[in-house]
């Protein structure tokens, strides 16, 4: 699989578009000359959009914007129709969009279902309205899940989060498995996994990367075929990341406790 149907002509979705991560792999994808379709809540999607025609090889009939809650199904298939209606096409499917909650088991219910709404049922959503869309074309096209680190380390702290990332990445593997296997022109699943990222309305960090180098880093390795996309940033490198989650697996492979690398009996062991 390459990044080459990520060309001049064909159309992006992302949701999550209106900042960070979404925001930039609009501006790149634009750049390329692909119709881009942008989705979103946030009060910053129109103003995301008129930026995206700016550098669009199209202008502003090449990008278009929809209101889309990815927690509700019917909106996905209206962003679906709104797609295929407009542009025809959808070459690349990026499920980016996300809340984030901090707590733990005993938050409230409602911070629970929402997370997961987003976080889990969204991209779900996302692959029933658009992959039927997308197969019966009979074109090369890619679905990209934006997970986390936190989903495959699973470090104390954010377990409504943790949780919602952990279903994605079972999820999108199970996702790409099926579709590997399946006759016709190929259609991908990835999983990118960003590191520590400045997004939205925050100031940049000292050992944070931009949003635009995920995306950047996220287009590389689609056009590897790596289905693992884990990006390091100027604090974590791969090796880092490489060393936790392979100590991760071995907590169950060595019989150790659970997240033993923050468990006062093996941290130093860790370290």
């Known amino acids: 699989m390459s990044d080459q149907m990520l060309t001049k002509g064909r159309t992006a979705v992302i949701t999550g578009a209106a900042s960070g991560i979404g925001r930039a792999a609009a501006l790149r ?18 103003a995301t959009a008129a930026d995206v025609a700016k550098v669009a090889l199209g202008g502003v009939d090449a990008v278009m914007s929809v209101r889309t809650d990815v927690a509700k199904p019917a909106d996905l298939e209206a962003l679906a129709a709104a797609t295929y209606d407009r542009f025809g096409d959808c070459a690349l ?6 809340v984030r909650v901090k707590g733990g088991q005993d938050e409230s219910m409602d911070d629970w279902y929402r997370t997961m709404d987003v976080n889990f049922w969204g991209p779900v959503h996302g692959e029933r309205a658009f992959l039927p869309r997308m197969q019966a074309a009979g074109k090369e096209a890619v679905v990209i899940n934006t997970g986390s680190k936190q989903g495959i380390t699973n470090p104390p702290g954010n377990v409504i989060y943790n949780v919602t990332k952990s279903a994605l990445k079972t999820y999108t593997e ?3 498995h099926r579709l590997r ?7 991908a699943a990835y999983l990118l996994v960003p590191g520590w990222t400045t997004t939205g309305k925050d100031l940049p960090k000292p050992g944070a990367w931009s949003a635009d180098q995920v995306a950047v880093f996220m287009l590389d390795a689609i056009a590897e075929g790596q289905f693992y996309i884990i990006c390091p940033d100027d604090d974590v490198t791969t090796e880092m990341d490489n060393r936790r989650i392979l100590w991760g697996a071995g907590d169950l492979a060595e019989k150790r406790p659970p997240l033993s690398r923050w468990h006062a009996d093996w941290k130093d062991k860790f370290q």
């Open 181 to 187: 296997s399946e006759p016709g022109p190929r259609i």
């Open 174 to 176: 199970q996702l790409e």
């Open 29 to 46: 994808l634009a750049a390329r000359g692909m119709n881009i379709v942008l989705a979103d809540v946030a009060p910053e999607l129109d």
């Open 93 to 98: 499917l990026m499920n980016n969009a996300a």
